[in-house]
């Protein structure tokens, strides 16, 4: 299976789509295809990525013969005028995406193209277009896997999915009781996801070096600094000097960007480089399967991985334990593994905008922003105080509290970093305090519009490479025809008529030289 697609951290998604349904719509459709007739549990996620119209139209197509409907069928199953045919137009859009669904033209022949060249902002776009010419034109079809794994899974009542080639068997397994009195309570258990999860965060921001110390029980394969530069979240040095390191010098500004990020996005463009990674490929629709099966699986109960799971899809459970998404322990020479509360939605579509993607990020919030710019976190997290690091400035530092400021200085060197100022607010007001949240807004509104002006204050000056013409004779039309020219040109950026001195875009230069030449000869001027 070729999953080398474009990478996510790198592609345009489209706006509305959280980093599960960019990483589907970035894979070529035959990976696609394949990963959709080998496992019902992909379909199923995709699915449930999806809103609730989307999840209606592929549920009733699926039960029509040939899975499809005449775009203007479609019309009379819409209510509510525009607003109706905007929304179906949305879901429309998602489900080509994630290739749920295609549309037929004459012929038969699929309007979409490959996923490969295909803009995955701009794919799925053409059902929006269709609300400008007044309807949904040509055969809306789902694709007849995804139909035949939706019609399965309604038929079982969801039970027993694992059967008939849709994957190892042991996601129903019954587990014994000694096996049972292993499993970790859910305040243990969450208790260690955080902690793994914060060493990989701390080792990107080069405060820490914990998650790469060797010695560590869990299988070496993983190498997380390769997946940071994969995903394009430090530079190749950010492995080098240490000294380096903690003063952020190896991350990037979308490693800035994912550190704000809630925990689900973050696993999930971790998850697509590891995927992507060449030594997999050959395995890797088993490897995505099982990632994708396990986000239906039941946080906290045991699961049975000998004899149970193939061996690349152990592998990828120890990989996934060095990540803190798994818990593994043994009985009698068996190992199980259970998921924790970081494996659990990784199939949620939408881009982080309530509070169930939050998961993980903070149970609770802890933050709390005054109308005098200080920021107060009751925690004891280093990567939340690492973060908080990023955009305020650092007054105090307590075992269980810190205390800064935001500050024009902080906030823009955290725009000059890649942070854009409607992420900070975002993350301020995730992130608020339980007491301050019963009170609208979370955070004052006077910091929030504070935060927007730093951001405009750095729009005000733009910087252009130019050239400087100038020591123009002080009388004659030479300096005033360079600058008519120059202006003819869309090339001048600035003059100064006082001084006779003009700059021009540093890409017309060249095209300027000649031009200049022949006004001086033409003019007479030396």
Known sequence: MDVNGPSTSHARAHPSDGAFVTFLSTLKDDSLDELYESSVWAVLAALRACDA???????????????????????????DGDAGRRATARALGRLSRVRAIERVVDGGEAREANAMEVDVGTRGRDFEEDLERGSFVGTIRVRPAFAAHVRR???????????????????????????????????????YAKSKW?????????????????????????????????????????????????????????????????????????????????????????????????????????YAMTGVLSDTEQDVVRDLTHLGLLYTFDVKKRWYYVPTLLSSGLSGGFASDDGDNRAMVSAEGHVIVETNYRVYAYTSSLVEME??????????????????????????????????????????????????????????????????????????VRSDECVLYCDFPPVGGFYNAVVAEATKRGALLWRDDIGRKLTVRADAHEAMKPVVAALKQSLGDT
């Open 387 to 460: 973060i908080l690091r990023l955009f305020t400035r650092a007054d105090y530092r307590l075992p269980n509290l810190y205390v800064g400021m935001l500050t024009r200085e902080s906030v823009q060197n955290a725009l000059r970093a890649g942070v854009d100022a409607e992420q900070i607010v975002a993350y301020l007001r995730a992130h608020a305090h339980k007491q301050v949240r019963k009170k609208k807004p979370s955070v004052p509104g006077t910091v929030c519009d504070q935060i927007r002006l730093w951001a405009r204050d750095m729009m005000r």
């Open 53 to 79: 119209i989307g999840k209606q139209i592929v549920l009733r197509l699926s039960f029509v013969s040939g899975g499809s409907i005449a775009g203007a069928e479609l019309e009379r199953w819409i209510a």
């Open 153 to 191: 899974a309604l038929e079982r009542g969801f039970v027993g999915l694992d059967a008939d080639g849709g994957g190892a068997e042991g996601g129903d397994d019954v587990v014994e009781l000694e096996v049972e009195k292993k499993v970790p309570d859910r305040a243990t258990l969450s208790a």
């Open 198 to 302: 914060e060493d990989l965060l701390l080792t990107l921001t080069g405060a820490s070096d914990a998650f790469s110390k060797p010695g560590s029980k869990v299988s070496g394969r993983l190498d997380a600094q390769a997946l940071f530069r994969a995903a394009g979240l430090t530079t190749s040095d950010a492995s080098g000097d240490k000294k380096a390191r903690k003063r952020n010098a190896g991350v990037t500004a979308e490693g800035f960007r994912f550190l704000l990020t809630t925990a689900q996005e973050q696993v999930w463009v971790l998850l697509t480089q590891y995927i992507r990674d060449e030594s997999r490929t050959a395995s890797a629709t088993s490897a995505i399967s099982f990632l994708l099966r396990l986000t239906f699986q039941r946080p906290g109960r045991a």
